[in-house]
């Protein structure tokens, strides 16, 4: 009895078997039908789904829209500091206005403790009311040194406008003293470096030359 494995011939071996060559160097020598076959047979990449597409365009918006909060809130924020700035100059400033006013009134009182004392010394017997006014106005002046206040009295110096208010002219022959101040009618106050209120003087004027 025959074998008939002998008889038929394998079927594996009647089928061509196609290797196709994938690296670069064999690609390139490649016929192009046989690279177009090899590109049939590449696994099929699914693209996005479309929620997904979806997804990411709400995404991108949601990040535009944050982005838009954070410029606004960083203008917010800029603008409430510059005008909690402002606020703090003008509350600065109206400070600083109410004690410069509160010590040119209190100014006046040593005017009159000043008056007083001139007073006292033209009579006789005051000794003791001149001592008295003498230390209450020393001790006015300390306490104005403690607020940065200090004494203006600008006796023999040249008349200067921006410090001084001309109150009288006082004529001279000399024209070497024209300009000087030849008395003082109440003196002037400085607070640190700025003028509080300016010394009232008699200045003394020289004839003009013909």
Do not use: C
């Not at 944050?66 to 402002?86: D, G, P």
């Not at 100059?89 to 410069?100: F, I, T």
């Amino acid at each position: 009895m025959d074998n008939p494995s002998k008889e038929r011939p394998n079927a594996e071996t009647d089928q061509d078997i196609k290797v196709v060559d994938r690296r670069w160097w064999a690609q390139r020598d490649e016929p192009a039908s046989t690279r177009a076959d090899a590109a049939t047979n590449e696994p099929w990449q699914p693209g996005k789904p479309k929620y997904v597409e979806e997804l990411e365009l709400r995404l991108a918006e949601k990040n535009e829209l944050l982005q838009q909060y954070i410029t606004q809130y960083k203008e917010a924020s800029r603008e409430f500091e510059e005008a909690r700035a402002r606020l703090r100059k003008e509350v600065a400033r109206d400070a600083e206005l109410g004690r410069r006013g509160l010590l040119v009134d209190l100014l006046e009182v040593i005017d009159n403790l000043d008056r007083a004392l001139e007073t006292a010394r033209r009579q006789s017997g005051t000794e003791s009311l001149i001592q008295g006014v003498e230390l209450v106005r020393r001790q006015f002046l300390l306490k104005l040194e403690t607020y940065g206040v200090t004494r203006l009295d600008p006796l023999g110096e040249r008349f200067d406008p921006t410090r001084h208010e001309a109150v009288t002219t006082v004529q001279t022959a000399e024209p070497g003293q024209d300009g000087l101040i030849t008395g003082v009618i109440a003196p002037g106050y400085l607070i640190g470096a700025e003028l509080l209120r300016p010394a009232q003087v008699a200045v003394a004027q020289a004839p003009a030359l013909t």
